[in-house]
């Protein structure tokens, strides 16, 4: 698993399943119990396979745009809001009650919402890798152009070779 932005924890958690640039088969990086330690949280009270599916979940609605599974799982954990003020700005602060992995990520989602930055959050149509677009427009659509990537795969300029090709078939 490359960690090239292994300080955006979030982006660490939904590249824990990826496509192997080798071979393009998955890769299920989520195996024990002792895997999800590289989370902050002490004492995890999720069962692996919940995990497993909220993550699933999480990239699904990122690679469709689709939020209804997000907004059951905000119900289904529980998690508490309440409106804070600093510098002159009300603010949401989410939180919960449990050690848990998943209302920890969903927190950083929420968060990511309010702070008006999850729809930066994307996943790459080809390698499905998921990544951070910190372009200006943020409309970027492949994790990567060049090959020299922390993906090692050129996925945009892949895909535009191929759809050129299509295109000029004779």
Same mark, same amino acid.
């Given at each position: 698993m490359d960690k090239g932005n292994e300080n955006?924890?979030?982006?660490?958690?939904?590249?824990?399943?990826?496509?192997?640039?080798d071979n393009r088969i998955p890769i299920? $990086?989520? +195996? &024990? !119990?002792d895997?999800?330690?590289?989370?902050?949280?002490?004492?995890?009270?999720?069962?692996l396979p919940d995990v497993r599916l909220f993550r699933n979940e999480l990239r699904h609605a990122l690679a469709s745009g689709?939020?209804?599974?997000?907004?059951?799982?905000?119900?289904?954990? $529980?998690? +508490? &809001? !309440?409106m804070t003020t600093g510098s002159g700005k009300y603010r949401l602060e989410f939180f919960t009650n449990r050690?848990?992995?998943?209302?920890?990520?969903?927190?950083?989602?929420?968060?990511k919402v309010e702070e008006g930055q999850f729809h930066r959050y994307k996943i790459c149509p080809d390698c499905q890798w998921a990544f951070y677009d910190a372009s200006?427009?943020?409309?970027?659509k492949w994790c990567s152009m060049n090959?020299?990537?922390?993906?090692?795969?050129?996925?945009?300029?892949?895909?535009?070779v191929r759809k050129y090709r299509e295109k000029n078939k004779k």
């Open positions: 955006d924890e979030l982006l660490l958690f939904l590249n824990t399943w990826e496509i192997s640039n299920e $990086n989520l +195996h &024990t !119990q895997d999800l330690q590289i989370f902050s949280i002490r004492e995890n009270t999720d069962a689709t939020i209804e599974g997000m907004n059951q799982w905000i119900i289904r954990r $529980n998690v +508490h &809001t !309440q050690h848990s992995i998943i209302d920890h990520i969903l927190i950083l989602v929420l968060q200006k427009s943020s409309t970027k090959k020299n990537s922390s993906t090692g795969r050129a996925c945009g300029t892949i895909a535009k």
